[in-house]
């Protein structure tokens, strides 16, 4: 049974939630254009000091705690929902494929690393290239500026089949044109189904191709 | 059939204007959200070349080539010019950076390069052949730079290629920051790094003391009294200066010692002293950017003489006083006061108060009533303030 403070403060805290939830005085969109990030008092005086008092030396009888809240930089619906989604984490995720590179494929450590991003879009395809090239010069790989390049037959081969037997194929043929020397790999980042936000990531070396994301 | 075109043509029209509408409605918000961001982009920029001033790329001055700048997705062309010109602006004023910017035509320009592979069309940079031919020679690099908006962060992606067949990157760098912090505005001369702006904001908001001397122009009028005998005061004008302290420039607590005069000829002059206490509303320290809001409590004391000074008197005056006063001296009174109000500062720079004064030894006064009842007191004068301080 629900002690009655617990039932007071639980209806309490849904008609009153914190800034970042919707509640009965706020929509879910006013909650979704802020991110919130909760802080101690120390730590918020630090980063907003003409605006939250350090707590005092002798501490409070109560400890509290502040939730920063931030208004999104782009509000919604001024981008494609799905180039918002991938955006969003795209620090995140390029670190995370550069870890899952290092880590699937630790023999490849000495060679230099090309980078390729499948988009539907070229302006965000541009950025998801840029970030994971800047995340594998972070984890300590050697990367370069080129793109492997396939003849248009390829493209026209490659095209009709299945999106796994397609970057399998893309990487034979990379290996065997010389488009890829010895030295080299590939990270190709891609999004295979039009509905997703997650990015998945391969990588081609000596023509085998290898998921690692 | 002929009525129904009509219909179908203005419900088509009304579509598309409301496409126009929606359309125009989007380009203000982008170029609202790019002015807000341009500030913080800058400051990323500026924090990248600091980052080459205190440890440069390149040993000697190299050329490089300001390959691309790209904005994030869904902002115009416009914030990607701005920026550019930032950057390059700062990296002329700080040459210490040992990059020197050179214009490439041939590296941004659109190549078309035809080979046993088949037909590639892209800039430049891109293309084997052009770099083959860069590279080697003049051992330049390329500099790319992408800013994107990713939640509530602005992150900056720097990276720079060396321009030959093999494009190895040299050197990448990702920074990110809030875009709830303020920007740090660093002139581009003179580049700080993000501690050092923030020590010297922290001791802008808590440094030493601050004397500021203010020039206030008040008008203070008085509420006639209830006895119809009674002969209310003017309207009295008072230029006031003197000195402004604050032991802090957070300026939090304030205080004023300030002297005036009224005059007005024929009618009345007086002299006042007048000290005064300000408590920071609006915030725990001045803002540098938005209006400032005080409270203040004060007292003064005022001598005041001439035809008009008769009122400040308990009893009402009689037509015999007024005539003893014109054949005789003037009247001459001097009173305290005590005095509570707000006053509103622009920068420090001007502030604009409005404030209720009592007369405690007028409290009877037949000569003058109030404008409000509070703690006990009549208050019997509502002034307003214009003070420009230097």
């Known amino acids: ?213 | 059939m002929s009525m129904l075109l009509p219909l179908l043509m203005s419900v088509a029209f009304g579509a598309e204007a409301d496409d126009r509408i929606q359309r125009a409605q989007l380009e203000r918000v982008r170029a609202q959200v790019a002015g807000e961001v341009q500030l913080t982009a800058y400051d990323l920029l500026d924090e990248l070349v600091l980052g080459w001033k205190t440890d440069p790329v390149f040993a000697e001055e190299t050329a490089v080539v300001l390959a691309d700048v790209t904005v994030p997705v869904g902002m115009g062309t416009g914030m990607q010019s701005l920026l550019e010109n930032h950057l390059s602006e700062v990296l002329l004023r700080n040459p210490d950076t040992k990059m020197r910017l050179v214009h490439c035509p041939s590296c941004m320009a659109t190549v078309v390069h035809s080979g046993p592979e088949g037909t590639v069309v892209s800039r430049g940079v891109d293309q084997p052949g052009v770099l083959e031919e860069l590279g080697e020679t003049d051992g330049k690099h390329a500099l790319f730079i992408d800013i994107e908006a990713e939640g509530a962060w602005l992150v900056a992606r720097a990276r720079l290629t060396r321009l030959t067949p093999d494009l190895p990157i040299v050197w990448s760098r990702t920074l990110s920051t809030a875009t709830s912090t303020p920007s740090l505005l660093r002139a581009a001369d003179d580049l700080k790094s993000a501690e050092d702006a923030r020590r010297e904001y922290l001791q802008t908001l808590r440094g030493g003391g601050i004397v500021t001397i203010p020039l206030r122009f008040t008008i203070r009028s008085y509420a006639s009294g209830f006895n119809s005998f009674g002969v209310g005061a003017p309207p009295f004008l008072w230029l006031q200066s003197g000195v402004e302290l604050a032991p802090t420039d957070a300026r939090a607590w304030m205080s004023s010692f300030i002297v005036g005069y009224a005059v007005v000829p024929q009618a009345y002059q007086g002299l006042m002293g007048q000290a005064r206490f300000y408590r920071l509303l609006s915030g725990r320290a001045r803002s540098l950017t938005r209006p400032d809001l005080y409270a203040f409590v004060g007292g003064s004391v005022m001598t005041v003489w001439g035809p008009s000074a008769g009122s400040f008197r308990n009893q009402a005056l009689t037509a015999d006083e007024l005539l003893a006063d014109s054949e005789r001296n003037d009247p001459r009174a001097t009173f305290p006061t005590i005095h509570f109000g707000a006053d509103v500062r622009l920068g420090n720079r001007v502030g604009l108060s409005g404030f209720y004064e009592t007369i405690p030894s007028l409290t009877n006064s037949q000569n003058l009533g109030e404008y409000i009842w509070f703690l006990g007191l009549p208050w019997q004068s509502f002034g307003v303030e214009v003070a420009f301080c230097f």
């Not at chain 1, 101690?40 to 809240?69: K, M, S, W």
């Not at chain 1, 950025?127 to 390829?154: W, Y």
């Open chain 1, 1 to 213: 049974m629900m002690a009655f403070p617990q039932f007071v403060s639980g209806i309490f805290s849904i008609v009153f939630p914190s800034f970042g939830a919707p509640g009965v005085f706020r929509t879910k969109a006013q909650a979704r254009s802020v991110i919130c990030t909760r802080l101690e008092q120390r730590q918020a005086a630090q980063q907003h000091p003409d605006r939250i008092e350090p707590p005092p030396p002798r501490g409070e009888y109560f400890t509290r705690n502040l939730e920063v809240c931030t208004e999104r930089l782009v509000r919604a619906g001024l981008r494609e929902a799905r180039d918002e989604a991938v955006l969003m984490s795209l620090e995140d995720t390029a670190r995370d494929i550069a870890r899952a590179t290092r880590g699937v494929r630790p023999d490849l450590a000495h060679r230099t690393f090309q980078v390729e991003a499948h988009y539907p879009s070229g302006a965000v395809a541009g950025k998801i290239r840029f970030a994971t090239q800047n995340a594998l010069m972070s984890a300590g790989a050697s990367v370069s500026d080129k793109r492997p390049l396939l003849t248009a037959e390829d493209v026209v081969v490659l095209s009709q089949l299945s999106p796994d037997a397609a970057y399998a194929g893309a990487c034979e043929r990379y290996a065997r044109s010389g488009g890829m020397g010895d030295q080299d790999a590939l990270v190709a980042v891609i999004v295979r189904d039009p509905r997703q936000t997650d990015l998945q990531a391969g990588v081609c070396a000596d023509g085998r191709w290898m998921w690692v994301r």
